[in-house]
């Protein structure tokens, strides 16, 4: 991911050039409306929102995009993130590259590639209803592959730091190279990537180590952890976790406790079900969830003299005041 700083001007020339030579890769819209592609339902409009298909046209776009001077971000499923009411400026890089390759067996080890765009959670399904297990813990996973190893998503005890073998990713010098697990650091939602140790690369594809198991099994394990989720997790628009569990505490714990369970700024609101999601009522606004995260930040600190840290990556202009 890829954050955004703010231009002076839109120099249209350059825009026009950089747009004409984004819709020889792939379908290109300006104005776009990023409300549209966030679980939020939140976000003003991107500059230039071009959509790739595989990761070819991801490569190339990126590489177009920088060559033009221009700023970008990567979109993958819209979760975990909050777009400014003013939205992006810049391109915003739409990732539908979904292209996965049936598992194989290496040297006694089960493996799949998938493009960066695939989606985490569907490919946990369908991984499981053909026998194969490992990351059937993220079938509630709403991002994409490149999210998940960007932040190192995790859920039930597992993360994909436990599956990942490795990555192809772009580097900032318009290379392509496969990088080892190993290589990224993931930590608890955290990575190279998260900690400005790897700027300007872009993961393309993955690949992950997967275990041979009985599908029905595999699939009663879906089935219960998606009761699970669904006992204990708002539905609806909201991005998930808003922060990230301290150190020995929980971060819903903390919020419940400081009162804000419930707690409503304009049509946004900590949810009632579960305290560390925020949900949008209807019409919530970027800058009234920012509202609700710096308010949360200040009453933990206050009693508890505990930081939260925010999950969900704020990207583009018109939050109000700063969120750490």
């Not at 019409?283 to 710096?294: K, M, N, P, Q």
């Amino acid at each position: 991911m890829h954050a955004l700083t703010r231009m002076e001007a839109r120099p249209n020339e350059m825009y026009e050039e950089l747009v004409r030579s984004l819709r020889e890769i792939a379908s290109v819209k300006t104005d776009e409306p990023l409300a549209r592609h966030t679980t939020f339902g939140i976000g003003g409009p991107a500059d230039v929102f071009v959509t790739v298909r595989n990761a070819g046209e991801l490569a190339q776009a990126v590489v177009n995009t920088r060559r033009a001077g221009v700023p970008y971000f990567i979109l993958g499923a819209g979760s975990n993130i909050l777009v400014g009411d003013r939205g992006i400026r810049g391109v915003v890089i739409d990732n539908q590259a979904k292209h996965v390759t049936a598992p194989h067996e290496v040297d006694g080890t089960w493996t799949v590639r998938a493009e960066s765009g695939t989606s985490f959670a569907a490919l946990a399904r369908n991984l499981a209803r053909q026998g194969f297990g490992g990351i059937e813990w993220a079938c509630g996973i709403p991002g994409t592959l490149g999210g998940a190893v960007v932040y190192n998503a995790g859920a039930y005890d597992g993360c994909i730091a436990d599956v990942l073998q490795s990555v192809s990713m772009l580097t900032d010098d318009e290379q392509t190279k496969e990088v080892q697990a190993p290589d990224l650091r993931l930590t608890y939602r955290n990575s190279v990537f998260t900690r400005g140790e790897c700027a300007g690369c872009v993961v393309l594809a993955t690949t992950l180590a997967l275990t041979r198991g009985d599908a029905d099994a595999l699939v009663r394990r879906v089935t219960e952890n998606d009761a699970q989720r669904l006992g204990a997790q708002p539905r609806g628009r909201n991005s998930g976790s808003t922060f990230k569990n301290p150190e020995h505490r929980h971060a819903w714990e903390l919020i419940d406790a400081v009162g804000l369970r419930g707690h409503r700024i304009g049509d946004a609101t900590f949810s009632n079900k579960h305290a560390n999601f925020i949900e949008n009522l209807g019409a919530a606004s970027a800058a009234d969830v920012a509202s609700l995260i710096r308010e949360a930040q200040r009453r933990v600190n206050e009693q508890y003299g505990i930081g939260l840290i925010a999950e969900v990556q704020l990207v583009g202009e018109g939050f109000g005041e700063e969120v750490e």
